[in-house]
């Protein structure tokens, strides 16, 4: 082995061997076990959520696939309708081309080429990431198996009346000019105003005031609305008022859904330019007045003083106009959430238009009546009520339920050119006909070819092909051998803020369609937020590319990736200073094996990961830790004998006390990752090769090595030395998988393994027979001893090279036995002059204590010692032990504690608290008589 470890050597040959030699592709063999990944947008690069997703995803994969699974990760991309669009037509734009003059077949025909060129980013991206994915079988959702699969679902559900074309209330995008989903709508608090309206009635010469923040609305006023209940307007129910600058007479409606506290208690009702308006006018059988465009300028239903003007001008003329009319009552500033369209940043407009719904709320009996059971939302809960799905951590159950339980219909049409052409096909008359292609259509309904057909210009919504991603990529509808092997999947690995938009829909339609539930489990995980806890964005200048971390990046370089393209150019100064102060020297390459194993070390479950460099430094550290380790263990045992022949060799207690940490090691590993705690999973897995089998047990093989004659020995402590590094490998792979891989190839032959991966071996199983708890108290024991002495080395000041004379006193048999037992291991490890044991009634010289349960560990301080030092010492003990005290007498006075808790555990509480008074009253021994 090299002596300096090195990711960047490493890591690009070993993913390329095992790709070539298809190691991630499934083995045929095995219990199934699939994992689909949620397809990041082809149109960008992998981001610091992504990364954590896809780590915690491969974690579970290579798990798997050690333990004998016939394992599938299925990766792939997402035609991303909107975004993809947006970024062709912003490039053509700067060629100083227009889509609208290349027609349709010529644009899309670019966007092709443009997913060719740039689309095998992330799949680079997740290749730098260790991704075990099986990249033989990639998909993309409008390949054409996965097109066949979107029309299939489509036109079924259209024959069965659960889809439709209707005009209703949807977000829209005046800049891209097409409906958008709730997910790509993203509110902020800004400051506005809200302006009071004065709206006169028909018949007398009252008036109404009506507050808006919304002046340019009124244009499409159907209704004023008050509260049933409030005194103030209850004559006026039922009376009209006159629209101001409209002349329309409008009627006054009563209804509950009124604030009386808002305002003046007056709401004016535009259906066709807000949600709540829209219910509350249909109530009341308001006809929706549409006074927008596509583009939101006025239109033709506006009075010709204000058809043409954009929203917002028309804002301003509207609002003079009603001042010049003296109908203007005040104008307040007021802040509001003001809904933007996250691709376009323009603000998104409530507008009435025809779009095509997938019908979630349709009730039908079991013999197909009407009422009873939702047909498509009622299976997708009782999937999860029933346990057939389960949600880790189960509290996002209440959030699928909440939003399944209110779900309004689904708008699943959308006016671009890039996306799954929905397949509908009008005539000159309007008549709509469905189908799989035009020439279906045409023989289903005996059109000739010379009656007029014109495909639905629209695109479906990303989500509704997103939704068939468990099935469609395994080849629905037909009936494929990976659809029968790995459908239903095994568990769903996501964030919690997609469980609405992709996992509701994944659940309805796996069910709908594909039989069985899509997948076994759901795993939500947190979102990834900087080291302040704000989340990662790029208008915050707080984004990190985990590929910088993995290779390094000078501050110029980062300075320049964080403000280039920013949407608030402004905010690029601020952002600057922001990274200068916080990466001063850039950041420094950490390879990926750090990254990785810092984000499962923050996978606690179901908080957000708040992501802070220092812990990849550290687990940078780790890797260079398990490097010399390894390196370490091959100086002592390459061309060594480590015990082929098990008679040959004798296992010395260290050696009988890793083997036995080992067993628990593994116990914890597996537990935590079959619970999705990988959190702990990896705490366990740091804990053991730092503190237990570097810090320790090496040091602990030492003296036998050096310096003990014992052949057997010394072939049982290289023979462990080989097999525990070999299984700890093993079971850090999933976590570590480069570093991993290389050093496994140098120890396995040593361990008598021939293979040519490690991810073909098995993963450790946890065997009782090996656990040894008289080894573990035994190796606790003379850890406690050297840490004593360790303690009163660093505390004291005493160099670590020079040899102490020790004290014993109130030595048990069983401390004089382990104290001649590990007699070679303790004067190696604590530099020991001398160790003579006191009679327990003979007075003691100054000394310095240290205490091992009753022994009394001593280092006489004469000539040794500052003795003012060791009473600060004995002080700052005697403050631990009676904060301790207080501790345990709290919960042995609590009452709930003592009846509730298992009688073993109180029983443990009550020794613990005898040993700390003891020591208690041994350390104040000792103070008295350095006094």
């Known amino acids: 082995m090299q002596k300096t470890y090195d990711p960047s050597r490493i890591e690009p040959y070993w993913y390329e061997r095992w790709e070539h030699n298809g190691y991630f592709e499934p083995s045929g063999q095995g219990t199934p076990y699939c994992i689909m990944i949620p397809p990041p947008n082809v149109t960008g690069t992998l981001h610091m959520g992504h990364a954590f997703q896809d780590t915690l995803m491969d974690i579970l994969i290579r798990f798997h696939r050690m333990r004998g699974h016939n ?18 037509e912003r490039q053509l734009n700067a060629a100083g081309k227009d889509r609208l003059e290349m027609g349709r077949e010529a644009f899309v025909e670019k966007i092709w080429e443009w997913k060719d060129k740039s689309g095998g980013t992330i799949q680079n991206q997740m290749r730098r990431l260790g991704a075990s ?46 409906a958008v989903s709730d997910l790509e709508v993203e509110s902020t608090e800004e400051q506005g105003s809200i302006w009071r309206l004065r709206y006169p009635l028909a018949d007398s010469d009252e008036s109404l005031v009506v507050a808006t923040t919304r002046p340019e609305t009124m244009l499409g006023d159907t209704a004023v609305a008050v509260h049933p209940n409030d005194p103030r307007y209850a004559h006026l129910i039922g009376k009209k008022v006159k629209l101001p600058l409209v002349g329309r007479e409008i ?59 954009d929203r917002f001008e028309a804002r301003e003329r509207i609002v003079a106009d009603l001042k010049a009319a003296g109908l203007l009552d005040g104008i307040d500033p007021h802040k509001l959430m003001v809904p933007r369209c996250e691709r376009t940043g323009a603000i998104v407009e409530p507008y009435l238009t025809h779009q095509w719904f997938v019908d979630l709320t349709r009730k039908t009996q079991p013999d197909g009546r009407p009422g009873g059971w939702t047909e498509i939302t009622d299976p997708a809960i009782q999937a999860v009520r029933q346990g057939q799905i389960q949600f880790t951590p189960e509290n996002w159950t209440k959030t699928y339920y909440n939003w399944l339980e209110d779900i309004q219909d689904w708008c699943i049409s959308r006016q671009l050119w890039w996306g799954h052409r929905i397949p509908a096909w009008y005539d000159n008359n309007g008549q709509v006909y469905v189908g799989r292609s035009e020439a279906e259509v045409r023989k289903k309904h005996g059109l000739p070819d010379t009656h007029s057909l014109q495909q639905d210009p629209d695109v479906l919504d990303t989500w509704f092909s997103s939704a068939l991603w468990p099935f469609s990529t395994l080849g629905w509808p037909e009936n494929t051998q990976e659809l029968s092997t790995f459908y239903p999947t095994n568990v769903l690995v996501t964030g919690f803020d997609i469980i609405f938009f992709w996992v509701a829909r994944m659940i309805m339609m796996g ?39 993995i290779d390094g990046i000078d501050l110029e370089s980062l300075v320049q990736k964080r403000t280039t393209g920013l949407m608030q150019p402004q905010r690029a100064p601020a952002i600057e200073k922001q990274t200068r102060k916080a990466f001063t020297n850039g950041i420094s390459p950490h390879g990926t094996d750090a990254l990785r194993f810092t984000f499962a070390s923050l996978a606690t479950t179901g908080r957000d990961v708040v992501f802070d460099m220092g812990r990849v430094d ?21 061309e060594q004998d480590c015990g082929a022949n098990d008679e040959a060799v004798m296992l010395g207690s260290a050696d009988r006390w890793i083997i036995s940490r080992l067993q628990t090691t593994e116990k914890t590993v597996i537990e935590a990752l079959e619970t999705y705690r990988m959190d702990l999973a990896a705490q366990a897995i740091y804990e053991f090769l730092w503190d237990e089998y570097c810090d320790w047990y090496l040091e602990l093989c030492k003296p036998v090595l050096q310096q003990d004659t014992d052949a057997k020995r010394q072939r049982g402590t290289r023979r462990t030395l080989v097999r525990v590094l070999e299984a700890v490998l093993r079971l850090a792979h999933p976590f570590m998988p480069f570093i991993t891989e290389e050093i496994w190839q140098r120890i396995a032959p040593l361990a008598g393994i021939d293979s040519p991966t490690i991810m073909h071996q098995r993963y450790p199983i946890p065997a009782a027979e090996l656990e040894d708890q008289t080894a573990e108290a035994e190796i606790e024991w003379v850890q406690r001893f050297i ?34 037992q590990h007699r070679v291991a303790l004067d190696f490890l604590g530099r020991l002059e001398s160790v003579d044991v006191l009679d327990a009634n003979a007075d003691t010289p100054e000394s310095a204590l240290a205490l091992i349960g009753e022994l009394e560990l001593r280092v006489p301080i004469a000539g040794l010692i500052d003795k003012a030092a060791e009473l600060e010492r004995l002080s700052r003990e005697q403050s631990k032990l009676e904060s301790e005290l207080k501790r345990i007498q709290g919960k042995l006075q609590n009452e709930a504690f003592v009846s509730k808790a298992p009688a073993e555990v109180v029983t443990r509480e009550r020794e613990k608290l005898a040993d700390i008074e003891d020591a208690l009253t041994r350390v104040a021994e000792q103070q008295q008589k350095m006094a």
Request: with cysteine; aromatic share 10%.
């Open 787 to 820: 840490l004593g002495l360790r303690r009163i080395r660093g505390e004291m000041d005493i160099p670590p090279g020079r040899a102490l004379p020790v004290l014993l006193k109130n030595a048990s048999p069983k401390d004089l036995e382990r104290l001649e």
């Open 511 to 549: 069910l709908k369609f594909g039989g069985e539930v899509p997948f076994k489990e759901v795993y939500i995980h947190g979102l990834v937020r900087d080291s302040e806890g704000a989340k990662m964005s790029k208008s915050k200048g707080n984004v990190l590319d985990p590929i910088d971390i």
């Open 618 to 638: 550290g687990y940078r550290n780790f890797c260079n830790k398990l490097w010399n380790a390894a390196r370490y263990v091959l100086l002592n045992t390459e």
């Open 133 to 178: 994915v099986d990249w033989s079988r990639e998909r993309f959702t409008m390949d054409e198996g996965l097109s066949t699969a979107v029309r299939e679902v489509f036109v079924r559900l259209h024959e069965e009346g659960l889809i439709y074309r209707g005009q209703r209330l949807v977000n829209w995008d005046p800049v891209l000019e097409t």
């Open 251 to 309: 009627p006054i409606v009563a209804d509950e859904y009124v604030d009386m506290e808002f305002g003046t208690g007056c709401l004016k009702i535009t259906p066709a330019h807000d949600f709540n308006d829209y219910e509350v006018g249909q109530r009341h059988g308001c006809e929706p007045i549409n006074i927008f465009t596509g583009q939101a300028t006025i239109n033709e239903n506006a009075p010709a003083a204000y058809q043409g003007l």
């Open 71 to 88: 394992t599938f990760w299925q990766p792939g991309t997402d035609h991303a309708g909107i975004a993809t669009q947006l970024v062709v």
